[in-house]
């Protein structure tokens, strides 16, 4: 037999990779942590992350979950030439990859004819948008295709820029941090040609547009529109080039980012947005929303005697309902006046200078935010399945944001941070409980493995009744005098004795330091947060005043009458609050991706410096714990690396038995017993269980899958 031009028997064969493995494994660590002798030590696993960091291996497997460290440096291992090496090749051939793990997933998918998911997981920087991005690459360019689809298929890759030039800002963590979470399902035929796509959006941080800090710019869009956009469409939009002169965009205090072009990207956004099918008279309503949220910031209010309130900015105002498309002085009105119902009769009140103030910021958002979920929804027609295939299959690519920690932590990063105990819960669902389940169905001896169960956290925050979301909601609903204190005494009342709850009132009537008067702290499963409620019940209640919806319902812009519903002014229900609908739409993510195979790629940032060749450990072990990755190590070792169904197992590697070839007519489990016999297998490597085989070492199987090539 040949091997690199040489003739070697099996055995040479194995024992030839086997040896290059060791001699590599002092410089470049283990490329499988499963691998690690000491599997049990954290100081071990970042040894072994930083080992291959340093050899730009950036790429290590946790049995199936892959481990990514983002270089902060061009590597050259994503290349055409780089796919074709990693297309139909066995996960453990070759070293890790982002490819290896696409192409796995893609052929489970062909092969076992079941729905996927990839689960895209790590804190703002790590990487997450550009290993979706490189996944969604891979199979844009190896899966078989056509004409008609390959309009898809660049379709799916243009939605990307548009995407991230609306819902991405630049961050102090990131310069191109998302700051929205991303659900996209990429539809095959039954020959494997990918056929559509549809993507759900969660929670803009809509907060954004009125507001940045130091050192952080709103969307991307409003810069590249200033920088980017020639000057005749700058003059009709009524702007200037000068970020510096919109107060939305001042107070990051940060126009350019080095490493960003506003100019280039421009170009790029409005190249796609013909390419997913935006006309050109959509292109220009929505470049005129973009300007409006920049006049709408410029807005400026002055206080009148009696307390009202009256608009400075007169002729920005004008060019403002211009662009918006309404009626100039029904928007002047409903900026500074507010309009109640009581007892039948509508009544007009004017707006005090704050209330003016959080009126305009509350229009801004929402004409921002509904634009956003109208351009997710466009995107979503352009990827839409143009022909319905009984056997299509559906790969899911999940890019949320990680676990939050910042110095001031708000409802924002209550949400996000709840959603991640949402994805741990279903990652201990569907890893640690199904295969310890796995086991005792099979009837193995498992060694138990510690885990901490965080259904205690998720159901402190999204019990019904009892949970912090639906005692937020009732404080925003209770008539009277609600406040965000008067919410955290709500909450003291009824969850303060929880164990992963705390305020800084101590049992014994004396006050705990680490947590202010405004704060409450989650003891979440990955750390302690604590959360200030300021803010809380307005950006739960996400209200906009009645009579700004009627005017904007009004609008003659297409995408902003399709954003503000009639509908929605006639019927007084209140709809559902900021938390509860992040509620419900995470656990619509949950059923689907219950639904689904899942495979994880866990992303770790090396430095907060964003630099190439810089790994701080404190930082990574944090990241380390977070991600849960010791434990999911753990539970790879103390039980067994892989499993497989005999009769696939027999199918797959009876050629390299004489006693199995080429068909075994006894029971299956003594096929499987003949074979690895035959392979010499060691007791210590493998277990029968009552349907399947269960191989404790990857590089056992890894062996096993190079003999049947030789
Ligand atoms: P956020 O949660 O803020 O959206 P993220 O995890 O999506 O963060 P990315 O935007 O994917 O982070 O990555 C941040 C930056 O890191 C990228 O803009 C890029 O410069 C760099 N980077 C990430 N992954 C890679 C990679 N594989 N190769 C080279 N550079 C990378
Ligand atoms: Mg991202």
Redo the contacts with the bound molecule.
């Keep these: 037999m040949r091997y690199q031009g040489r003739e070697v028997d099996i055995e040479g064969r194995v024992r030839l990779v086997m040896e290059s493995a060791l001699t590599a494994r002092d410089r470049v660590g283990v490329q499988d942590f499963v691998l690690l002798e000491n599997y049990n030590s954290e100081a071990a696993f970042i040894e072994n992350l930083r080992r291959r960091f340093r050899e730009n291996l950036?790429y290590t497997y946790i049995g199936s979950v892959l481990v990514?460290v983002?270089?902060?440096?061009?590597?050259e291992i994503?290349s055409k030439q780089q796919m074709e090496r990693y297309r139909g090749v066995s996960f453990y051939e070759i070293s890790p990859h982002?490819y290896a793990l696409s192409d796995n997933t893609y052929r489970a998918m062909r092969t076992e004819r079941k729905d996927q998911c990839i689960l895209?997981s790590?804190?703002?920087?790590?990487?997450?948008?550009?290993?979706?991005?490189?996944i969604l690459l891979y199979y844009a360019v190896t899966c078989p295709t056509n004409d008609h689809m390959a309009i898809l298929g660049d379709r799916l890759l243009q939605s990307n820029p548009v995407l991230e030039a609306f819902g991405?800002a630049k961050?102090l963590?990131?310069?191109?941090?998302?700051?929205f979470g991303k659900y996209m399902d990429v539809q095959f035929d039954f020959r494997g040609t990918p056929v559509g796509g549809h993507i759900l959006n969660y929670l803009l941080e809509k907060s954004r547009v009125v507001h940045q800090n130091h050192g952080e710019r709103n969307f991307h869009i409003f810069y590249q529109l200033l920088d980017g956009g020639d000057d005749d469409l700058l003059i009709t939009l009524d702007l200037e080039r000068n970020p510096q002169n919109y107060r939305y965009l001042v107070k990051g205090n940060c126009p350019r980012v080095s490493?960003i072009s506003d100019k280039n990207n421009w170009k790029v956004v409005m190249k796609a947005l013909p390419v997913i099918g935006f006309t050109e008279e959509e292109v220009q309503k929505l470049l005129n929303i973009i300007a409006s949220v920049l006049h709408l910031g410029n807005t400026q209010f002055g206080e009148g005697e009696e307390g009202d309130t009256y608009i400075t900015t007169e002729t920005q105002t004008s060019n403002l309902a211009k662009l918006l498309g309404v009626d100039g002085s029904a928007l002047r009105e409903a900026l500074t006046h507010k309009k109640l119902t009581a007892k039948g009769e509508e009544m007009i009140s004017p707006l005090n200078y704050e209330q003016a103030v959080s009126a305009r910021d509350a229009l801004a958002k929402a004409v921002y935010g509904r634009t956003f979920t109208w351009l997710v929804e466009k995107i979503n027609q352009s990827l839409a399945l143009k022909v319905h295939s009984k056997d299509s299959s559906v790969i899911g690519l999940l890019?949320i944001?990680?676990f939050e920690v910042l110095q001031q932590n708000s409802f924002e990063q209550f949400c996000i941070n709840y959603c991640n105990e949402k994805l741990q819960q279903l990652f201990i669902e569907l890893t640690l409980r199904s295969e310890q389940e796995e086991y005792e169905t099979e009837g193995i001896a498992w060694e138990t493995v510690q885990y901490f169960d965080n259904k205690i956290i998720c159901d402190l925050i999204e019990e019904k009744h009892k949970g912090i979301i639906s005692i937020l909601d009732e404080e925003c609903l209770r008539p009277g005098e609600t406040c965000d204190v008067s919410f955290l005494e709500k909450l003291e009342d009824t969850v303060g004795s929880h164990p992963h709850f705390i305020t800084h009132k101590l049992a014994n009537g004396k006050t705990r330091r680490v947590v202010s008067r405004e704060e409450f702290r989650l003891l979440h499963y990955a750390g302690e947060v604590n959360y200030n409620v300021n803010g809380f019940l307005d950006k739960n209640n996400d209200l906009l005043n009645r009579n700004l919806k009627e005017v904007m319902c009004q609008s003659d812009n297409q995408i902003l009458s399709h954003c503000f519903r009639r509908e929605e002014v006639i019927d007084q229900k209140r709809p559902e609050m900021a938390a509860t609908q992040f509620k419900n739409s995470l656990m619509k993510l949950m059923e689907i991706l219950m639904s689904k195979e899942p495979s994880y790629v866990r992303?770790i940032?090396p430095n907060d410096a964003?630099q190439p060749g810089r790994f701080d450990e404190v930082l990574v072990r944090h990241q380390v714990k977070y991600l849960g990755l010791m434990e999911n190590l753990r539970v790879r070792r103390a039980g067994f690396a892989y499993r497989r169904r005999f009769e696939a197992f027999l199918q797959r590697y009876k050629p390299l038995c004489p006693e199995t070839w080429p068909n075994w007519h006894g029971r299956l489990v003594d096929g499987v017993s003949t074979l690895v016999n035959h392979l010499g297998y060691k007791a210590e490597e493998y277990k029968l269980g009552r349907s399947k085989i269960f191989i404790r070492f990857p590089k056992t199987l890894f062996t096993t899958e190079d003999a049947l090539e030789l």
């Design positions: 950036i990514s983002n270089p902060y440096k061009e590597l994503y982002i895209i790590g804190e703002s920087g790590a990487g997450k948008t550009e290993a979706s991005k490189k991405n961050t963590r990131n310069d191109n941090s998302s700051r490493s890019d944001y990680g992303c940032k964003k």
